[in-house]
């Protein structure tokens, strides 16, 4: 994927939700997840941490990616596709570190259990396909979405997408997210200020201004400020 190394901490979890210290409990839905990436200068890490990572991150790198134990662990295909989604956050925000603020917002919107109505998690997700089918090939990629998709009912309409799920070259997600924001501006608005209402957020997000630019990179940019 050709991503510089520099500023950048890759961690490789040896702890998850089955044998970490049982004094930490706190740390049960951040060992549930199979990894995630964060910009510490921009917006520091997730709370709470998992227990391996120290505040002393933050004076040393500028972008961070921890993959679970539970991931570390499986099979060399589903690792390839973590590992490639979480990268690909690193680029959208290496481009535009404001991408991920916004879609932050989108959390909060009604969807279905997938993530596929956010711009920045549907393009992470085209790129891990693509990234497996070049180390895989085509049909191991396949075959392994399907498998994937028999597993649980729960993933029967993740998967399915996946399956059907193509990224064109000229995808454009800046663009996507505007246009996505534009569409839900109604409940993005009452999102963004019942956050700022509860300060939920380090962020004020001027949501007209980025409907009412037409250069999408330039939108973003101008209208995600941090709050005094």
């Keep these: 994927m050709r991503i510089f190394s520099d500023g950048l901490c890759i961690f490789f979890a040896t702890q998850d939700n089955q044998n970490k210290p049982a004094w930490k409990p706190e740390f049960d839905k951040m060992y549930g997840v199979q990894g995630f990436y964060a910009n510490i200068k921009l917006d520091g890490i997730p709370s709470p941490w998992p227990d391996e990572i120290n505040c002393i991150l933050g004076k040393f790198y500028y972008h961070f990616i921890w993959i679970s134990k539970k991931i570390c662990e499986s099979e060399d295909i589903q690792f390839a596709w973590v590992f490639s989604h979480e990268l690909q956050h690193l680029n959208q925000s290496l481009k535009n570190p404001f991408l991920l603020i916004?879609?932050?917002?989108?959390?909060?919107?009604?969807?279905?259990?997938?993530?596929?109505?956010?711009?920045?998690e549907l393009e992470c997700e085209g790129?891990?396909?693509?990234?497996?089918?070049?180390?895989?090939?085509?049909?191991?990629?396949?075959?392994?979405?399907?498998?994937?998709?028999?597993?649980?009912?729960?993933?029967?309409?993740?998967?399915?997408?996946?399956?059907?799920?193509?990224?064109?070259?000229?995808?454009?997600?800046?663009?996507?997210?505007?246009?996505?924001?534009?569409?839900?501006?109604?409940?993005?608005?009452?999102?963004?200020?019942?956050?700022?209402?509860?300060?939920?957020?380090?962020?004020?997000?001027?949501?007209?201004?980025?409907?009412?630019?037409?250069?999408?990179?330039?939108?973003?940019?101008?209208?995600?400020?941090?709050?005094?």
């Design 127 to 228: 790129t891990a396909k693509q990234i497996v089918i070049s180390i895989f090939g085509k049909e191991k990629c396949i075959s392994y979405l399907r498998k994937m998709k028999a597993g649980s009912s729960e993933n029967n309409i993740r998967y399915s997408k996946l399956l059907g799920l193509n990224i064109m070259e000229d995808f454009n997600v800046e663009k996507e997210m505007q246009k996505a924001i534009c569409i839900n501006k109604k409940n993005i608005k009452k999102i963004q200020e019942l956050m700022e209402k509860n300060n939920r957020t380090n962020w004020n997000i001027d949501i007209d201004k980025i409907c009412s630019c037409k250069d999408p990179h330039e939108a973003i940019v101008s209208a995600v400020k941090r709050r005094a």
């Design 102 to 120: 916004l879609a932050e917002l989108f959390d909060y919107v009604k969807h279905d259990i997938t993530d596929f109505h956010i711009p920045t």
